[in-house]
């Protein structure tokens, strides 16, 4: 079973996970432009059970493109956004790629809101990469 660590830039707020994530996304919405301060965020996605939060983090809770509510957990030291909590994932935790040690995660299976993506990036094409708002739930 593959251990890995995510953290903030400070330390403060860690992730340590188990096993491999049930999903790797790539989202093109402007919310995780804007989060990220990139064309685009990617984020791992694993079952809660398989995940031990470590330190403190404040919430930030808006409304996502799909209408739901997108709570992103941030660290209050250093403001480093670490993961967020969905509906669409109910029993899921969003954990941002970029944040984990190593670079042993697999690479995006999917990708989301690419009528938002940037003219620029370019996504592999193929029966994995998906339009709109369409994304793996738990188990999928």
């Given at each position: 079973m593959t251990d890995r660590l995510a953290h903030c830039h400070c330390g403060q707020l860690r992730i340590d996970t188990s096993g491999e994530?049930?999903?790797?996304?790539?989202?093109?919405?402007?919310?995780?432009?804007?989060?990220?301060?990139?064309?685009?965020?990617?984020?791992?996605?694993?079952?809660?059970s398989a995940c031990r939060i470590i330190g403190e983090s404040k919430a930030y809770v808006r409304i996502g493109s799909s209408g739901s509510e997108f709570e992103n957990r941030f660290c209050p030291d250093c403001g480093t956004t670490v993961y967020w909590l969905t509906p669409f994932h109910a029993d899921g935790i969003g954990i941002a790629s970029g944040a984990f040690e190593g670079d042993d995660l697999p690479a995006p299976s999917r990708s989301v809101w690419e009528s938002e993506r940037h003219h620029w990036v370019d996504v592999p094409t193929g029966e994995r990469w998906l339009e709109g708002r369409a994304g793996p739930k738990v188990g999928d």
């Open positions: 994530p049930y999903a790797v996304v790539m989202c093109h919405c402007r919310a995780c432009q804007q989060r990220t301060g990139a064309p685009f965020g990617v984020g791992a996605y694993f079952k809660q």
